[in-house]
């Protein structure tokens, strides 16, 4: 069946990259999604890539996507504290199916 | 982006009660989602509300705990029946929207239902 895994924790130094990494199951994918979610608030869509891709950049974040090994990452640039959330990812064939979600901790 | 608000944002419900929630769009979308996310986990697609048609319901959700309406484009409402303390979630209504690029699937801000 579906099943998307990602690590439950990373915690980075400020100005440091994160990268956040994310494994999928079903190859008939279409779309892969990043969101964030902060403390007591909805998901946020941040950036999303079309599986015919393998790179997506939209300013500080850059996604990588290995279609072949079922691989997706989300790397921040200059991680802010801003930035501290929980983040997942999303991959959709027929429906979003959600991943387990990393908690990204920043710390000056 | 769709613009989406829900109602109520909050609230504590005795055991045994229903709850309806609401959800506005700001714009007409064909595709209206609900998800539940219980506390410290990911989200779960409930079902797809889409108008004019009744909801499919995801495996494990049924009507009569879950009834939906959508008598439009901009409105959905989700029931949570008979609640029980293992209802306590967030629930989070979301819209798609196509674009030249892609799907973007847009979320509500939530609502916290507490079950005592």
């Known amino acids: 069946g579906e099943d998307v895994e990602q690590s439950l924790f990373l915690s980075v130094r400020e100005g440091d990259s994160s990268v956040i990494n994310c494994t999928y199951t079903?190859?008939?994918?279409?779309?892969l999604y990043w969101y964030k979610q902060e403390p007591g608030a909805g998901l946020q869509l941040l950036t999303y890539?079309?599986?015919?891709?393998d790179m997506k950049q939209d300013q500080r974040l850059t996604v990588l996507l290995n279609k072949k090994d079922k691989h997706l990452s989300l790397r921040i640039a200059d991680t802010q504290t801003g930035d501290s959330a929980i983040y997942f990812c999303a991959e959709s064939a027929l429906r979003l199916i959600f991943g387990t979600g990393t908690r990204l901790q920043v710390f000056p | 982006s769709a613009v989406i608000s829900q109602k109520p944002s909050r609230d504590i419900c005795q055991r045994g009660t229903s709850l309806t929630i609401q959800c506005q769009v700001d714009?007409?979308?064909?595709?209206m989602f609900w998800y539940r996310q219980q506390p410290g986990q990911s989200l779960t697609l409930i079902a797809t509300a889409n108008q004019g048609s009744e909801a499919t319901y995801e495996s494990g959700f049924v009507i009569d705990k879950f009834p939906i309406s959508r008598p439009n484009l901009t409105f959905s409402t989700l029931t949570v029946s008979n609640m029980s303390p293992e209802d306590s979630s967030i629930y989070l209504c979301?819209?798609?929207?196509?674009?030249?690029?892609?799907?973007?699937?847009?979320f509500g801000p939530g609502t916290r239902l507490t079950v005592t």
């Open positions: 079903d190859s008939s994918s279409t779309y």
């Open positions: 890539i079309f599986s015919n891709m």
């Open positions: 714009s007409q979308v064909t595709m």
């Open positions: 979301s819209v798609e929207e196509g674009r030249v690029q892609g799907y973007e699937q847009y």
